[in-house]
């Protein structure tokens, strides 16, 4: 006589008398009548009812199941965690702002692709820069999807893909530099876009090579972790893989940092190669920093705060780099343009140069706010 959502258990010492059972709550769900002492229904009020209706609906002497996320309940109370609605939206909105703000930069920079101080920085790789960061900040978007093996197996791609896009064209630029100065001034060194972008690509492909192996030969894991609060919540679990690709990022980085070292003593024409190096330092030194917290201490952060970090730490590797990068560019076209508007009759003058790829142009029109001192009238731009 026990309904479906029950399972019945004899009554002690009461042998085979009708009515000598209880109806107890099967595993998954708990009894509507949280006050009542013995949480089951007896099997004398449910053969009374049936004698006295002749039939069971679907809700009397049934239990009810427990919220999702439960083995075993007393009450409707949940057992799953439930992201901060309030901080869920703040992030998602902090993060389009990012993104839109990246891709007005992006355009800008096509814009003024022609301008010196854009041109003398490759705007190929200065967009390739841009594509990095909206890579990056696309990996956030999928962190509020439940956590399955195929959206965990997702996840590592926008954020190590874009990471490598972002910060190999800014080393790679710098690495060109580098070149230039320990190669020695008495040797031509020609090292045109074209060439640092065979590297760039050998250097994405090898990263695609080692996502897409990490993917096919070892799947994540969705495991459960539990709140303060003794809430379960779900996360992927990468394994190794995941600390190999972390450490392979963190010795790219410090390669970059051994750069910016070799590059310190630049001219001032160089001016990128300052803005790169605080954008490296700031990378593996707070970029890394939260990485590893957010990995290391998930259990004891929790969900909440594991995204916050997560969110910092893709702010870290983003705004701040797009903006040490960008900034000082935009800030000397807008200072350029006031200047032009003041004094358009004395703002161009005649000038060799020669760029950081090794070609010598001469007879070029240079702004006079850009134009410093330099033996014989000749000035290294990049």
């Not at 449910?46 to 039939?55: A, L, M, N, P, Q």
């Not at 901060?84 to 993104?99: D, G, H, Q």
């Not at 594991?306 to 200072?335: D, N, S």
Request: aromatic residues 14%; glycine residues 6%.
């Amino acid at each position: 006589m026990c309904q479906p959502t029950t399972e019945c258990v004899p009554m002690y010492g009461q042998g085979f008398e009708p009515g000598a059972y209880y109806c107890h709550c099967k595993k998954g769900y708990y009894f509507p009548n949280t006050a009542e002492s013995i949480k089951a229904y007896t099997g004398v009020n449910i053969e009374g009812h049936f004698r006295s209706v002749g039939h069971f609906d679907d809700v009397t002497f049934r239990c009810v199941a427990c919220a999702a996320g439960c083995d075993t309940c007393w009450d409707s109370s949940p057992c799953l965690h439930e992201r901060n609605r309030a901080l869920v939206i703040t992030i998602l909105l902090l993060n389009c702002i990012t993104v839109c703000g990246i891709l007005v930069i992006a355009i800008l920079t096509y814009y003024y692709r022609h301008e010196m101080i854009i041109k003398s920085a490759s705007p190929i790789f200065l967009e390739l820069s841009c594509l990095g960061a909206v890579l990056i900040c696309i990996q956030n978007f999928f962190e509020y999807s439940d956590a399955t093996v195929v959206w965990c197996s997702v996840r590592i791609w926008p954020l190590h893909a874009g990471f490598f896009v972002l910060y190999g064209s800014l080393i790679l630029k710098t690495w060109r530099i580098s070149m230039i100065f320990t190669v020695g001034t008495h040797k031509r060194v020609r090292l045109p876009d074209q060439v640092l972008l065979q590297r760039y690509a050998l250097l994405v492909f090898l990263v695609l090579i080692f996502l897409a192996v990490w993917t096919g030969t070892k799947s994540p894991t969705v495991e459960v972790l539990v709140t303060s609060d003794n809430l379960k919540f779900h996360y992927c679990n990468y394994g190794p893989w995941e600390y190999g690709i972390i450490s392979l990022e963190i010795v790219f980085l410090l390669y970059g940092v051994y750069l910016c070292f070799t590059v310190r003593q630049a001219p001032p024409h160089y001016n990128e190669s300052k803005h790169i190096t605080w954008a490296t330092y700031n990378a593996i030194i707070l970029g890394s920093f939260t990485s590893l917290l957010s990995r290391l201490f998930i259990s004891v952060l929790g969900p909440d705060l594991m995204l916050l970090l997560q969110m910092l730490q893709i702010q870290v590797y983003t705004t701040i780099t797009v903006l040490l990068i960008f900034a000082p560019k935009f800030h000397a076209l807008i200072k350029k343009t006031a200047v032009e508007q003041q004094m358009p009759n004395q703002f161009t003058t005649q000038h060799t140069m020669k760029t950081i790829t090794g070609r010598t142009k001469k007879n070029q029109i240079l702004p006079i706010i850009y134009v410093s001192k330099a033996h014989k009238g000749t000035q290294t731009l990049y």
